[in-house]
């Protein structure tokens, strides 16, 4: 079993940026995916990005994050990255990683929340206008 903290969140002006962290613990993260997703108030958990286990430069976007975000990983540091550039106020929620283990030879980066294992206790990002 894995657990997963995030870290980075917190108030920033619309246009700028943020990085978020999520830091596993275990030896195993690099077989991990490891998905963002976001919920604001009175929404929806939303698909934010993914990426796939090491091994693989398979990464998904959210039509929302695109071109604004970048997901990466450290495997050495058991960490997954959210970049986040040009933050607008729509992006104001709270943001959670989330990861699975896969275990199969096929790389794959799925969006439905269901999918995922193992959930963090989420970071706040608020943007103001």
């Known amino acids: 079993q894995v657990q997963l903290v995030e870290s980075g969140g917190g108030l920033v002006q619309a246009g700028g940026s943020l990085r978020l962290s999520c830091t596993a613990s275990?030896?195993?993260?690099?077989?991990?995916?490891v998905g963002w997703f976001r919920q604001a108030p009175g929404k929806e958990r939303e698909f934010v990005a993914t990426i796939a286990r090491s091994g693989s430069s398979l990464v998904d976007y959210a039509d929302s994050a695109k071109g604004r975000f970048t997901i990466s990983r450290d495997n050495a540091k058991n960490t997954v990255y959210l970049q986040m550039n040009i933050l607008k106020p729509e992006d104001t929620a709270v943001y959670y990683c989330?990861?699975?283990?896969?275990?199969?030879?096929?790389?794959?980066?799925?969006?439905?929340?269901?999918?995922?294992?193992?959930w963090g206790q989420g970071t706040q990002v608020t943007v103001s206008s």
């Open positions: 989330a990861g699975f283990q896969n275990a199969s030879p096929i790389y794959y980066t799925p969006r439905r929340p269901d999918q995922y294992d193992y």
């Open positions: 275990g030896r195993t993260f690099h077989t991990y995916t």
